[in-house]
């Protein structure tokens, strides 16, 4: 950047902005949504098929336990993280956060996840359960969220 | 960069404001919808897209960092400023560069920052958790922040015409 042009940063714009949505806008409102398609399509869809379903919980970034949900179902698990307990549950198709003493709460909103490439973050405990493997689903919108 | 007395008053108010409005919003339980971390309406991007207009680019900056900063102080919670710092300044860049272009409204402007507002949160979440999980959540971020990006484009030009009568808008 030139002096010029930091001395022109700074200084009040004299334009006032537009205040009308244009055809512009409708541009960056397409591109925001490809980017948000595409990332889907990369996210979502490049997980391992067809193995056995299996949360892997991580802590601090690092891995700490891996849970085949066939062998798991059933059991309860408590994991101590940041200073924060959350109390995970199983069943063969499903796993979620029943009960954390975190301040947020994200991780039991997220609810029950049961396919691969899921996963449960909460982030002020650091952890992350994540779902692998598993049949080939397709993945709406709109099961990811629930 | 020399202040004018105007300025820096300005630069304090609109600091506060930024800080009232994400204490304001921490109100509005949005995660309680879409369970995602740290999903919230981003109203303190009213208070950079305006700065930016009325004060420029470098005045808007520092308004960033004092409120990233005391916001982190505030809340005890440094691991969040990493999540602020990097949201909000992916935002303001983008934000600079697209309100330089003539065709674009307030509201391409504010959906862009929003945009980029979250890309730069995701980005501070795999670099603090050391996993790419967070990943997972970044296309209904991105497909979020039109609906939340336009909602604080729309209040922004709300702001502008209700001061455009007075010398603020002047420069």
Aim: with cysteine; hydrophobic share 50%.
């Amino acid at each position: 950047m030139t002096l010029r042009s930091w001395r022109k940063v700074g200084t009040p714009m004299n334009t006032s902005p537009k205040l009308r949505p244009g055809l512009w806008d409708a541009l960056v409102v397409l591109v925001v949504a490809a980017l948000a398609v595409s990332c889907g399509w990369t996210v979502w869809d490049g997980q391992d098929r067809g193995t056995e379903l299996t949360a892997v919980v991580s802590v601090d970034g690092a891995e700490t336990e891996r849970l085949p949900l066939k062998e798991a179902a059933g059991t309860e698990r408590t994991i101590h993280a940041g200073g924060y307990t959350l109390r995970l549950r199983l069943t063969e198709t499903e796993i979620w956060v029943e009960s954390a003493d975190c301040p947020t709460q994200d991780c039991v909103h997220t609810g029950h996840i049961s396919r691969g490439g899921q996963s449960i973050v909460c982030l002020p405990a650091r952890v992350i359960i994540q779902l692998e493997g598993g049949e080939r689903v397709d993945t709406g919108v709109d099961a990811v969220i629930g | 960069m020399k202040l004018t007395t105007k300025q820096l008053t300005l630069c304090g108010i609109l600091t506060t404001l930024a800080l009232a409005l994400s204490v304001a919003e921490n109100q509005i339980p949005l995660s309680l919808a879409i369970p995602i971390p740290g999903i919230k309406l981003g109203l303190a991007n009213i208070v950079t897209v305006f700065a930016l207009y009325v004060l420029g680019p470098a005045q808007a900056v520092l308004i960033l960092l004092a409120r990233c900063l005391l916001g982190a102080v505030f809340a005890g919670n440094m691991n969040a400023l990493l999540f602020s710092l990097m949201g909000g300044f992916a935002a303001m860049g983008v934000m600079i560069l697209l309100s330089r272009l003539r065709g674009l409204s307030v509201y391409g402007v504010s959906i862009g920052g929003a945009a980029a507002h979250n890309c730069g949160q995701i980005a501070a979440a795999v670099l603090s958790l050391g996993n790419t999980a967070p990943l997972y959540y970044l296309p209904i971020l991105l497909g979020v922040s039109l609906l939340t990006g336009a909602l604080t484009g729309l209040m922004a030009a709300c702001l502008f015409r209700a001061l455009a009568h007075t010398d603020l808008m002047k420069g």
